[in-house]
């Protein structure tokens, strides 16, 4: 029998043993609370609009990325001695109180995520998240690759909590494609003690912040570089998952780079320098095959190593490719000396970069051994993603099903 969705959120949001005993055994199992929206609370609600700010009402184009954050946000304890995840509550945006002593602040034990919330092009009270599942699952193995307790949440119920939020704070969301709410999910250790631990205590929490196009230059090529010591993830550490110190590591490099006139690096690993991700995106390269055979491929480096972070956007391009049919779309090692090799021998059609916040890049020149490796741009295939992606979040395209999810 399919239990009802009230039983189910009982079932889950209720911590106790049960002890059975027949004659030879006695076993004992434990029920952990999990997330559930049921139990959401919004207490008290923000007198904050935004109707007072300025920049939103008569300047959105100045908005610049994660500086103005809407009125409220979303957080949801765990707490092992309380038996797991603790009631989800929205309250209005507040800074956090933890302990000088918690487990985030010394070791690292932060991951988070980066999603949006859309407005229609048709109609302004039809607001749509895209492809959120994704999300939550990347964040429950961030969550898992750092011994974070309750990583086995209900992506489900999750998602609903995020979406109340969303609606509460509809009125953030600017109007207009290219514009967007950006959600940031993110979790944390709160265990307050010092000492090298899993932790028992973290908090989940989502806080959002109106945003328009990532680049100010716009949807404008990005020259590169490849020359730098410093690399961004290895085989058996921390690439796939979106945790802090990914990006931390990364901010020295980026700023020697913009010293010298890139935009961002292309990171690579290894003595063949294969390619990994560049800047803090995905990567792609559109190629006339080197076989003989005239025909296309598009590709992007693969998960397999676990040095690669699994982009929804990524994911999405992929799919994409592959329900157009018209080029090949392979997941492989591609190294700097191949794609300088086929741009030599004019066979590089384009190339591009690929992330929630900027959607799609195109990608100009990279910098490698002492000269650039210049690459056509901006190339049709870059356009066309760059348009799809955005039609489809903005409800402007049919997209496929479960992609564009109404809230």
Not at 155 to 170: G, P, Q, S, T, W
Not at 187 to 195: D, E, R
Not at 216 to 244: M, N, Q
Not at 366 to 383: F, R
Request: aromatic letters at 8%; glycine letters at 8%; a neutral charge.
């Amino acid at each position: 029998m399919v239990q009802s969705s009230l039983h189910r959120h009982f079932l889950s949001s209720t911590a106790r043993s049960t002890i059975i005993k027949n004659r030879t055994t006695t076993i004992t199992s434990t029920i952990t609370r999990s997330i559930s929206s049921a139990q959401l609370t919004i207490s008290p609600i923000s007198t904050d609009s935004p109707q007072n700010n300025n920049i939103l009402q008569n300047n959105k184009q100045d908005l610049q990325f994660g500086k103005v954050f809407s009125s409220h946000m979303l957080q949801i304890p765990y707490k092992a001695s309380s038996g797991g995840w603790q009631s989800p509550e929205i309250v209005p945006f507040q800074d956090l109180k933890i302990s000088p002593a918690a487990s985030s602040l010394h070791y690292g034990l932060q991951c988070f995520e980066g999603m949006k919330a859309y407005k229609s092009v048709n109609d302004s009270n039809d607001i749509r998240l895209f492809r959120p599942q994704l999300n939550m699952k990347r964040l429950s193995n961030s969550m898992d690759r750092l011994c974070m307790p309750g990583s086995d949440f209900d992506h489900e119920e999750l998602i609903d909590c995020i979406a109340k939020l969303v609606r509460l704070d509809k009125d953030w969301i600017p109007t207009e494609e290219g514009y967007s709410l950006y959600l940031r999910p993110t979790v944390i250790s709160t265990h307050p003690y010092l000492g090298v631990a899993a932790p028992d205590e973290i908090l989940l929490y989502v806080i959002t912040c109106p945003v328009g196009p990532y680049y100010t230059s716009g949807f404008a090529p990005v020259r590169l570089t490849a020359e730098t010591p410093y690399v961004r993830a290895w085989p058996g550490g921390t690439g796939a998952a979106k945790v802090g110190g990914n990006y931390a590591g990364s901010m020295k490099p980026q700023k020697e780079a913009s010293e010298r006139g890139y935009s961002q690096i292309l990171w690579t690993f290894g003595e063949e320098h294969e390619i990994t991700e560049v800047g803090a995106m995905n990567v792609f390269f559109f190629l006339e095959k080197g076989d003989g055979s005239k025909g296309r491929e598009l590709v992007t480096p693969p998960l397999t190593r676990g040095d690669i972070l699994p982009g929804v956007t990524r994911q999405s391009i992929i799919d994409l490719s592959k329900l157009w049919g018209e080029f090949d779309v392979v997941e492989r090692s591609i190294t700097l000396p191949e794609v300088r090799k086929a741009a030599s021998e004019g066979r590089l059609i384009e190339a591009f970069g690929a992330g929630t916040a900027a959607v799609v890049t195109p990608i100009s020149a990279i910098e490698y051994k002492g000269s650039d490796i210049v690459i056509p741009a901006t190339g049709d295939l870059t356009q066309r993603f760059f348009s799809d992606l955005m039609g489809i979040q903005y409800g402007r395209i049919e997209g496929p099903e479960g992609w564009s999810v109404k809230i």
